[in-house]
Protein backbone atom coordinates (compact mmCIF):
# COMPACT_ATOMS: atom_id res chain seq x y z
CA UNK A 1 0.00 0.00 0.00
CA UNK A 2 1.50 3.09 -0.87
CA UNK A 3 -0.12 6.76 0.26
CA UNK A 4 0.80 10.31 -1.29
CA UNK A 5 -0.08 13.31 1.02
CA UNK A 6 -0.14 16.92 -0.48
CA UNK A 7 -1.56 19.78 0.88
CA UNK A 8 0.46 21.32 3.37
CA UNK A 9 1.94 24.39 3.94
CA UNK A 10 1.97 27.96 5.84
CA UNK A 11 -0.89 29.53 6.78
CA UNK A 12 -1.89 32.17 8.94
CA UNK A 13 -3.79 31.56 11.90
CA UNK A 14 -7.42 31.94 11.12
CA UNK A 15 -6.48 30.48 7.39
CA UNK A 16 -7.60 27.31 5.69
CA UNK A 17 -5.62 24.44 4.11
CA UNK A 18 -6.87 21.30 2.07
CA UNK A 19 -4.65 18.26 2.47
CA UNK A 20 -5.11 15.45 -0.27
CA UNK A 21 -3.46 11.84 0.02
CA UNK A 22 -4.15 9.49 -2.29
CA UNK A 23 -3.79 5.57 -2.17
CA UNK A 24 -2.70 2.70 -4.57
CA UNK A 25 -2.30 -0.68 -3.73
CA UNK A 26 -5.36 -1.65 -1.52
CA UNK A 27 -9.22 -1.50 -2.33
CA UNK A 28 -9.73 1.90 -0.55
CA UNK A 29 -13.46 1.94 -1.03
CA UNK A 30 -13.64 -0.98 1.49
CA UNK A 31 -11.00 0.38 3.86
CA UNK A 32 -11.33 3.00 6.60
CA UNK A 33 -9.35 5.90 6.44
CA UNK A 34 -7.67 8.54 8.70
CA UNK A 35 -5.38 11.53 9.28
CA UNK A 36 -3.55 11.83 12.40
CA UNK A 37 -0.51 14.48 13.13
CA UNK A 38 2.28 14.56 14.86
CA UNK A 39 4.04 17.88 16.86
CA UNK A 40 7.54 18.36 17.40
CA UNK A 41 8.12 16.63 21.17
CA UNK A 42 4.45 15.23 20.91
CA UNK A 43 2.84 11.89 20.14
CA UNK A 44 1.10 11.16 16.86
CA UNK A 45 -2.41 11.60 17.59
CA UNK A 46 -5.62 11.17 15.77
CA UNK A 47 -7.28 13.74 14.05
CA UNK A 48 -10.13 12.55 12.46
CA UNK A 49 -11.25 8.89 10.76
CA UNK A 50 -13.70 7.96 8.01
CA UNK A 51 -15.39 4.30 7.72
CA UNK A 52 -15.71 2.52 4.43
CA UNK A 53 -19.30 2.77 5.14
CA UNK A 54 -19.43 6.85 5.87
CA UNK A 55 -19.28 7.13 9.65
CA UNK A 56 -16.88 9.95 11.09
CA UNK A 57 -14.86 10.46 13.92
CA UNK A 58 -13.05 14.02 15.10
CA UNK A 59 -10.72 14.64 17.80
CA UNK A 60 -12.09 17.27 20.25
CA UNK A 61 -9.57 19.59 19.35
CA UNK A 62 -10.64 20.24 16.07
CA UNK A 63 -14.14 19.85 16.07
CA UNK A 64 -15.89 21.92 13.85
CA UNK A 65 -13.04 23.26 12.39
CA UNK A 66 -11.78 20.33 9.89
CA UNK A 67 -14.08 17.59 7.89
CA UNK A 68 -12.20 14.56 6.37
CA UNK A 69 -13.79 13.53 2.98
CA UNK A 70 -13.32 10.62 0.46
CA UNK A 71 -13.37 9.96 -3.46
CA UNK A 72 -13.37 6.38 -4.10
CA UNK A 73 -13.72 6.99 -7.76
CA UNK A 74 -9.84 8.75 -6.87
CA UNK A 75 -9.08 6.49 -4.17
CA UNK A 76 -8.26 9.55 -2.51
CA UNK A 77 -8.92 11.34 1.01
CA UNK A 78 -9.29 14.74 2.04
CA UNK A 79 -8.68 17.07 4.80
CA UNK A 80 -10.35 20.62 5.24
CA UNK A 81 -8.88 22.65 7.43
CA UNK A 82 -10.34 25.91 8.37
CA UNK A 83 -9.70 28.33 11.19
CA UNK A 84 -6.24 26.69 11.60
CA UNK A 85 -4.54 27.70 14.85
CA UNK A 86 -0.66 27.49 16.04
CA UNK A 87 -1.43 24.94 17.88
CA UNK A 88 -2.62 22.73 14.42
CA UNK A 89 0.93 22.91 13.30
CA UNK A 90 2.44 19.17 12.73
CA UNK A 91 3.52 17.07 10.39
CA UNK A 92 0.09 15.40 8.74
CA UNK A 93 0.22 11.95 8.28
CA UNK A 94 -3.04 9.85 6.57
CA UNK A 95 -3.96 6.04 7.14
CA UNK A 96 -5.47 3.76 5.29
CA UNK A 97 -7.29 0.97 7.68
CA UNK A 98 -6.60 -2.91 7.09
CA UNK A 99 -10.30 -2.91 7.63
CA UNK A 100 -13.52 -0.87 7.32
CA UNK A 101 -14.09 0.61 10.47
CA UNK A 102 -12.63 2.83 13.29
CA UNK A 103 -10.85 0.11 14.97
CA UNK A 104 -8.56 -0.85 11.81
CA UNK A 105 -6.64 2.21 12.36
CA UNK A 106 -4.32 2.91 12.38
CA UNK A 107 -2.88 0.81 9.18
CA UNK A 108 -0.60 1.77 6.83
CA UNK A 109 1.46 4.72 6.92
CA UNK A 110 1.96 7.65 4.15
CA UNK A 111 4.85 10.25 4.30
CA UNK A 112 3.63 13.20 6.26
CA UNK A 113 3.19 16.81 4.89
CA UNK A 114 3.91 19.48 6.57
CA UNK A 115 1.41 22.16 8.14
CA UNK A 116 2.83 25.42 9.73
CA UNK A 117 0.50 28.29 11.17
CA UNK A 118 2.09 31.59 11.48
CA UNK A 119 1.63 34.96 11.29
Known amino acids: VQLQASGGGLVQPGGALRLSCAAS????????VGWFRQAPGKQRELVAS???????KYAGFVKGRFTISRDNTKNTVYLQMNSLKPEDAAVYYC??????????????WGKGTQVTVSS
Open 95 to 108: NVGRGGDHFSLPGY
Open 25 to 32: GTRFSAKA
Open 50 to 56: LESGGRT
